[in-house]
């Protein structure tokens, strides 16, 4: 008889990670599933009469040190905290909030501010949104503590005055990190309810984190959102448990594995740069990113003079067009090496290049590595 393991957490992110998960099943490893939402004791009392070999769990600081206390290996994931007879695996958090400032960034955006709530990786991804920018730049920052009790794929809260009052009082044009899907969600609809200088994209644009598709896609506007690789994370916490049935000591250290691109959606389409010609060069670049387009054939169907578009970039966004069309389609090529296992020849076709090896050259030069070592890098 196989190995019995207890996988303990939401359904939102038992679904991050059963297709990872589904491999270990023919190792001999029988996964039994609780939810987190019961209540402690009655855990505890579930699995001291499966007396599994091993537990996965999501960390929750109502949970996480109650199932600890039952003395069985655990592998906790969502967590950079490292407890003891325990195993923790997490994104790096402050990698996601470092991905959404340098898009912004990029994007010509002056105004920045950042959405969180209470919980410790909100507070990583807003250090690491603060530190990609410098300490020369000013981030507005607004926590909403609703979000603590109210669950994952849930959408009714009703926005409180500060929240409100805070994004009345943002220099607009403003790009805003919300720190985790629903945030953004929760950001967009507040947006439409005061509908007094605070439109999405045009005067608010949005960038969530975790890319999950049915919050993103059920918002309004859908939303741009830094992706985590569920697939990535959900093997590692699959081979600590391996190690840990094979006898092997937990590590040290928590183990983190690297955030994905950003996923563009309507909620950020670049729109944020006062100059309409370099607004409809942007969005033209993120339309057609997938298409074999040139510098040429953007000036031609969208009647500018190449000489105007180019001074218009460097003044504004620090780079010549063909520089940002790269930035866009690396961005999209990292978000596939991170969550898919196509090979680098199709990745070059879903992310706009013309065949790997433009891809290869492309992506050395902004990247400093080959796309193999990148893919190779984030999944150690």
């Given at each position: 008889?196989?190995n019995?393991?207890?996988?303990?957490?939401?359904?939102?992110?038992?679904?991050?990670?059963?297709?990872?998960?589904?491999?270990?099943?023919r190792?001999?490893?029988?996964?039994?599933?609780?939810?987190i939402?019961r209540?402690l004791?009655?855990?505890?009392?579930?699995?001291?009469?499966?007396?599994?070999s091993?537990i996965?769990?999501?960390?929750?600081?109502?949970?996480?040190?109650g199932?600890?206390?039952?003395?069985i290996?655990?592998v906790?994931?969502?967590?950079?905290?490292?407890?003891?007879?325990?195993t923790?695996?997490?994104?790096d958090?402050?990698?996601?909030?470092?991905e959404a400032a340098?898009?912004?960034a990029?994007?010509?955006?002056?105004?920045?501010?950042?959405?969180g709530?209470?919980?410790?990786y909100?507070?990583?991804?807003?250090?690491?949104f603060?530190?990609?920018?410098?300490?020369t730049?000013?981030?507005?920052?607004?926590?909403?503590n609703?979000?603590d009790?109210?669950?994952?794929s849930e959408?009714?809260?009703q926005?409180?005055?500060?929240m409100?009052?805070?994004l009345k009082?943002?220099?607009?044009?403003?790009?805003i990190?919300?720190t985790?899907?629903?945030?953004?969600r929760?950001?967009?609809?507040?947006?439409q309810q005061i509908n007094?200088?605070?439109?999405?994209?045009?005067?608010?644009?949005?960038?969530?984190?975790?890319?999950?598709?049915?919050?993103?896609?059920?918002?309004?506007?859908?939303?741009?959102?830094?992706?985590?690789?569920?697939?990535?994370?959900?093997?590692?916490?699959?081979?600590?448990?391996?190690?840990?049935?094979?006898?092997n000591?937990?590590?040290?250290?928590p183990?983190?594995?690297?955030s994905?691109?950003?996923v563009?959606?309507?909620?950020?389409?670049?729109?944020?740069v006062?100059d309409?010609?370099?607004?409809r060069?942007m969005?033209?670049?993120?339309?057609?990113?997938?298409?074999?387009?040139?510098?040429?054939?953007?000036?031609?169907d969208?009647?500018?003079?190449r000489?105007s578009?180019?001074?218009?970039?460097?003044?504004y966004?620090?780079?010549?067009?063909?520089e940002?069309?790269?930035?866009?389609?690396?961005?999209?090529?990292?978000?596939?090496l991170?969550?898919t296992?196509?090979?680098?020849?199709?990745?070059?076709?879903?992310?706009?290049?013309?065949?790997?090896?433009?891809?290869?050259?492309v992506?050395?030069?902004?990247?400093?590595?080959?796309?193999?070592?990148?893919?190779?890098?984030?999944r150690?």
């Amino acid at each position: 008889m196989g190995n019995q393991v207890a996988i303990i957490m939401t359904e939102v992110f038992l679904r991050r990670l059963t297709p990872s998960l589904m491999p270990f099943v023919r190792r001999q490893q029988d996964f039994r599933i609780l939810s987190i939402h019961r209540p402690l004791d009655e855990l505890k009392s579930i699995l001291k009469e499966l007396q599994p070999s091993a537990i996965i769990t999501e960390w929750n600081p109502k949970i996480t040190e109650g199932l600890l206390e039952l003395g069985i290996p655990t592998v906790i994931t969502a967590t950079d905290t490292q407890y003891p007879n325990a195993t923790s695996i997490d994104v790096d958090d402050w990698q996601v909030g470092a991905e959404a400032a340098r898009a912004f960034a990029q994007a010509g955006f002056q105004s920045f501010a950042c959405l969180g709530n209470t919980t410790p990786y909100s507070d990583q991804r807003i250090e690491g949104f603060q530190q990609e920018l410098g300490k020369t730049i000013t981030v507005s920052i607004h926590r909403e503590n609703t979000f603590d009790e109210v669950r994952y794929s849930e959408n009714y809260t009703q926005p409180s005055r500060k929240m409100i009052k805070w994004l009345k009082s943002l220099p607009k044009p403003v790009g805003i990190f919300a720190t985790h899907d629903p945030l953004g969600r929760y950001l967009c609809g507040v947006c439409q309810q005061i509908n007094d200088k605070t439109n999405v994209p045009q005067d608010i644009a949005v960038i969530a984190a975790n890319n999950d598709e049915l919050v993103c896609g059920l918002s309004y506007p859908m939303l741009s959102s830094i992706a985590i690789p569920w697939h990535t994370l959900g093997t590692a916490v699959g081979e600590a448990v391996r190690s840990i049935l094979a006898g092997n000591p937990h590590p040290e250290k928590p183990i983190l594995v690297s955030s994905g691109g950003l996923v563009l959606r309507h909620s950020a389409n670049h729109l944020a740069v006062e100059d309409q010609t370099l607004r409809r060069a942007m969005s033209y670049i993120s339309e057609h990113l997938l298409e074999p387009i040139t510098i040429q054939s953007l000036c031609q169907d969208l009647n500018i003079a190449r000489r105007s578009l180019e001074q218009k970039f460097r003044e504004y966004l620090h780079c010549t067009p063909w520089e940002m069309l790269c930035r866009q389609r690396i961005t999209r090529a990292k978000q596939l090496l991170t969550e898919t296992n196509h090979p680098i020849s199709i990745i070059a076709e879903l992310s706009g290049f013309s065949d790997p090896e433009r891809l290869a050259v492309v992506f050395k030069r902004t990247e400093g590595t080959s796309p193999s070592a990148y893919r190779k890098g984030i999944r150690k």
